[in-house]
């Protein structure tokens, strides 16, 4: 059984930081591209950055210079270092693991507050 379970979300005012963990298990991890996503409140889900299984990192606009994506292979976790945050940043961020299949973590709110 598949499992993603991300933490690591809250509450920071603007101009903070968070860093948020997806620890994955039922996988063969490092043969996975691995990415977070986000979805504010009537919007679309949407790419915030992935990393490949060779380590090759990709980041929405929004967020280039601000977030930095990791993954530690022997932990079969993935990371998203988030500052200078801004309250366009508030939003459900979810945990994406893919290969042959696609999967989904339950996702873990971030708010910024200005």
């Known amino acids: 059984q598949v499992q993603l379970v991300e933490s690591g979300g809250g509450l920071v005012q603007a101009g903070g930081s968070l860093r948020l963990s997806c620890a994955a298990s039922?996988?063969?991890?490092?043969?996975?591209?691995m990415g977070w996503y986000r979805q504010a409140p009537g919007e679309q889900r949407e790419l915030v950055a992935n990393?490949?299984?060779?380590?090759?990192?990709n980041y929405a606009d929004s967020v280039k210079g601000r977030f930095t994506i990791s993954r530690d292979n022997g932990k079969n976790t993935v990371y998203l270092q988030m500052n200078n945050l801004k309250p366009e940043d508030t939003a459900v961020y979810y945990c994406?693991?893919?290969?042959?299949?696609?999967?989904w973590g339950q996702g873990t709110q971030v708010t910024v507050s200005s």
């Open positions: 994406n693991a893919r290969r042959s299949s696609t999967y």
């Open positions: 039922g996988i063969i991890f490092s043969f996975n591209a």
């Open positions: 990393i490949d299984s060779s380590g090759i990192t």
